[in-house]
């Protein structure tokens, strides 16, 4: 296990060709991810399919989708306020993953998913449970038929169901012309510049899955654990509050051009991603010999970071467990190793979605701020993160709705 920022650079930036992702984790995640990009090990199909995907997820093209994302938060709100019992508590971690769902079905779909999000939920849920205990304590194998298997995969019968209807829809019929394109679309349509081939629908299948999976839970826990601290820091939420007013001013719904003058949602949002990195491990598998700070590290071993303690690590963060967005202040973020912080890891396989998920956090953040709180309910015990294949807040998040005066 590596903790060091130099030793991290190492392995995913400097020698990334050498570590590959067969990997115990993407070994188990792999019955659901199949070759898709997240989880493949075979680096010339990465590559290839990076080439192709990554023009889609540029900050200017993510852009694109920034209405899916304040449309779908702003309905989010209204389904809240139109609830009979407003004072109620509501499981915000539930309701942000709908909220997560129903922004990357529209932007890969152009679909309203409605109900079926809920379904992909149930099954995506399943499928992290039985992996996640199967990632500690891995036996049987998972082609034993125990119970928990045959429930695994129905799961991935439902997820692989949910994406084909679309896929299906898609390829008999066309798209109005004047619709934008979805991300769906262009993936279809999307060649190779080293064949000029595109990708057959079998592999379409397993990305548009991964982009779903890499989308979910990752920024359902990262909005629920937002608001789950910001409830408990009334002087970071007051500042948030104070930019988001100040930049809206009349308006209630903030745009992409927005997200530039909010940098203090940011500095939020970036805390956060510290204290509960969703993806708080990353595995890397030696394809050759290595050796890293004089430490022989044989050809097949599993190497592993942990940024849930990177992220702890009292070289590079003072005072770690304390909840401070000023941590990522231009100036702090100047003093300290870029590699001490790697919640959507870093070099050729950093995240795909990045700057899709950081334009959805802010643009939801700051909408669901411009007018409402969420408030702790009296007596309500501390949330403890739960660490599955990733870190999810144990039992929900449970907040009360409040309007803003
Ligand atoms: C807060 C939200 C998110 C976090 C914390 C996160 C984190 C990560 C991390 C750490 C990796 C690298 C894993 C490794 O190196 O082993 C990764 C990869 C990936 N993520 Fe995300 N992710 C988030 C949101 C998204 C979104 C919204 C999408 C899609 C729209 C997405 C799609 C992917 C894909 C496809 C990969 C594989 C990239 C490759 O290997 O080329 N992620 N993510």
């Given at each position: 296990m590596l903790n060091h920022p130099d030793y991290i650079r190492h392995v995913l930036v400097d020698k990334s060709e050498q570590y590959d992702k067969d990997a115990a984790i993407f070994r188990i995640a792999r019955p659901v991810l199949r070759d898709g990009l997240i989880a493949t090990a075979d680096m010339d199909l990465w590559r290839r399919q990076r080439r192709m995907m990554a023009p889609y997820f540029t900050p200017r093209t993510v852009s694109n989708f920034a209405r899916n994302m304040t449309d779908e938060t702003v309905r989010m709100l209204e389904r809240w306020e139109a609830r009979a019992d407003l004072d109620a508590p509501l499981d915000v971690t539930d309701?942000?993953?709908?909220?997560?769902?129903?922004?990357?079905?529209?932007?890969?779909?152009?679909?309203?998913?409605?109900?079926?999000?809920?379904?992909?939920?149930?099954?995506?849920?399943?499928?992290?449970?039985?992996?996640?205990?199967?990632?500690?304590?891995?036996?049987?194998?998972?082609?034993?038929p125990t119970p928990s298997r045959i429930r695994?995969?129905?799961?991935?019968?439902?997820?692989?169901?949910?994406?084909?209807?679309?896929i299906k829809k898609r390829v008999t019929e066309e798209m109005p012309p004047d619709q934008e394109p979805d991300l769906l679309s262009l993936f279809l349509h999307a060649v190779d510049e080293d064949d000029g081939k595109g990708m057959d629908l079998e592999q379409l299948h397993h990305e548009v899955l991964n982009i779903c999976v890499g989308a979910y839970e990752t920024t359902t826990n990262t909005l629920a654990w937002a608001f789950y601290l910001l409830a408990r820091h009334p002087e970071v939420e007051r500042r948030l509050h104070a930019e988001v007013d100040r930049v809206l001013g009349d308006r209630t719904v903030p745009d992409f051009e927005d997200l530039s003058k909010l940098p203090y949602t940011r500095m939020i949002i970036d805390e956060v991603l510290r204290v509960y990195s969703p993806a708080y491990q990353l595995m890397r598998h030696t394809r050759e010999e290595d050796v890293i700070d004089g430490h022989r590290i044989p050809a097949g071993t599993q190497v592993l970071v942990n940024s849930y303690l990177l992220h702890r690590h009292p070289d590079f963060w003072e005072d770690p467990e304390r909840f401070d967005p000023e941590r990522f202040s231009p100036d702090q973020i100047a003093r300290r190793p870029k590699h001490a912080y790697v919640p959507f890891g870093s070099g050729p396989r950093v995240c795909l979605g990045k700057h899709f998920a950081l334009t959805e956090i802010c643009l939801a953040l700051a909408t669901i701020a411009r007018r409402h709180r969420l408030v702790t309910p009296e007596g309500a015990p501390e949330v403890l993160p739960d660490a599955l294949i990733t870190l999810h807040p144990k039992g929900g998040v449970h907040l009360r709705l409040e309007r803003r005066s």
């Open positions: 309701e942000f993953g709908q909220l997560a769902l129903r922004i990357v079905s529209r932007s890969l779909f152009s679909a309203d998913v409605g109900r079926a999000a809920q379904a992909f939920e149930r099954a995506f849920q399943t499928a992290n449970t039985v992996l996640g205990k199967f990632f500690s304590f891995p036996f049987p194998p998972l082609s034993f695994l995969r129905r799961a991935i019968d439902d997820m692989d169901g949910f994406i084909s209807d679309f």
